[in-house]
């Protein structure tokens, strides 16, 4: 029997201002050409931790809860309905992440001879670290109680968030274009969306940096966007974590929420990796960056 899918939807149009991807590389784009002595007459580090770009991703963070909380309420279809999570979940998860593992690696060392002399120096490090990578996989151990696995997103980042004045609207929700359909509509934990975030954080801040104009940016400016990541990423897990409290899908304890919130930065980095490769050999950098630091923390 062929299982039904759907070919096509139609939605209302939202008047916006564009996706949160384009405003945000924009904004970095002006922050890291701004030079260090401009920065400083016009706004401190702890301004720009407070403005639009940064205060409120923790509206971002909100709206991923809601919609989580909206994708974990029983409706009576059971494509939709949660379940529980079970170890054995648990278990195909990370045996599915350290089966990426290792079709990432092998997909790398056929590209090495094509890369720019300068990757390949950097990538050499992560080759040296796979059995970590799958050590830290398999060492996840968040603590399941009643937690509940739903359909989620699937493919959540910066882009597929538009700005509509002084809110955001969630779009897009057909998941990875790298996955199965199969794939796409199985039940997970839907801190895999939280990690897709994240990672966008860490793309918008390394594009920045790679797209810069030869000598406009200095030391300042890169660590002026490792900050913005790392206040990106805090504003939006802490909104995000505020309005998920008490979601059965959402682990209410910090050791188990980070224990899969890595997890699914893992399987998301690894995914970013193939996907460069294979399309833009240029970015291969900004995931290698994400493994590099998830393989050696």
């Avoid at 409120?56 to 709206?63: E, F, N, P, Q, T």
């Avoid at 379940?83 to 278990?91: F, G, H, R, S």
Wanted: aromatic fraction near 6%.
């Amino acid at each position: 029997m062929t299982e039904p899918a759907t070919l096509a939807i139609v939605q209302r149009f939202i008047e916006n201002q564009g996706d949160l991807w384009g405003i945000t590389c924009e904004h970095l784009g002006r922050l890291i050409a701004t030079p260090a002595g401009a920065q400083a007459a016009t706004q401190s580090a702890d301004t720009l931790a407070k403005d639009f770009q940064l205060g409120r991703m923790a509206l971002v963070g909100r709206r991923v809860a809601e919609l989580h909380a909206a994708l974990a309420r029983p409706s009576g279809d059971p494509a939709f309905d949660p379940e529980p999570i079970t170890a054995a979940d648990l278990d195909q998860w990370k045996k599915s992440i350290v089966g990426e593992i290792d079709r990432t690696f092998d997909a790398i060392e056929p590209t090495l001879a094509a890369m720019p002399e300068a990757t390949r120096l950097k990538i050499g490090p992560l080759l040296l670290r796979r059995d970590r990578l799958k050590e830290r996989v398999n060492a996840a151990a968040p603590r399941l109680g009643a937690l509940a696995k739903t359909r989620f997103h699937g493919d959540l980042h910066l882009g597929q968030v538009l700005v509509a004045k002084d809110d955001f609207i969630i779009v897009d929700f057909e998941g990875e274009p790298g996955r199965s359909l199969e794939e796409r509509r199985a039940k997970s934990s839907p801190l895999k969306d939280v990690a897709g975030m994240v990672r966008s954080f860490s793309y918008a801040a390394h594009a920045a940096a790679l797209r810069r104009s030869p000598g406009a940016a200095t030391d300042e400016g890169l660590e002026a966007l490792a900050r913005w990541e790392r206040e990106a990423t805090h504003h939006f897990i802490d909104g995000y974590r505020k309005a998920a409290a008490g979601l059965a899908s959402v682990p209410a304890d910090d050791d188990s929420f980070r224990a899969l919130a890595d997890l699914f930065l893992v399987e998301k980095a690894l995914y970013e990796l193939r996907y460069e490769i294979a399309n833009r050999p240029d970015w291969v950098e900004i995931p290698l960056r994400g493994l590099l630091e998830l393989a050696t923390t």
